[in-house]
């Protein structure tokens, strides 16, 4: 059975950082895989994705402020984040990019002064 781990979700202020970690179990590292998020009231999208090749790419609102990267051996996938913004608020998630599996419980990112 595949399981999704999500940690690391905070309050945090406008400017600040936070480092959101994934432990995956019950999946191969063959997949791209990806963080989403959910505001609340909105649908969950994908604001970065990642190959196995390391090859990364996000979404336009956060390019240049978020990074997603990959340890194969540990079987996680983390999510650095600088400069947040107030609209960075929102339950995160990972699974697979492509075809997402059952999620997770989620952490949650709360960016407020």
């Known amino acids: 059975q595949v399981q999704f781990v999500e940690s690391g979700g905070d309050l945090v202020q406008p400017g600040g950082s936070l480092r959101l970690s994934c432990t995956a179990s019950?999946?191969?590292?063959?997949?791209?895989m990806g963080w989403f998020r959910q505001a609340l009231g909105e649908k969950r999208e994908l604001v970065a994705m990642i190959t196995t090749d390391g090859i990364a790419n996000y979404e336009y609102s956060v390019k240049g402020r978020f990074t997603i990267a990959r340890d194969g051996r540990e079987n996680t996938v983390y999510l650095q984040m600088d400069s947040l913004k107030p609209e960075d608020t929102a339950l995160y998630y990972c699974?697979?990019?492509?075809?997402?599996?059952?999620w997770g419980q989620g952490t949650q990112v709360t960016v407020s002064s």
């Open positions: 699974n697979r990019a492509h075809d997402p599996g059952e």
């Open positions: 019950g999946i191969r590292d063959i997949y791209v």
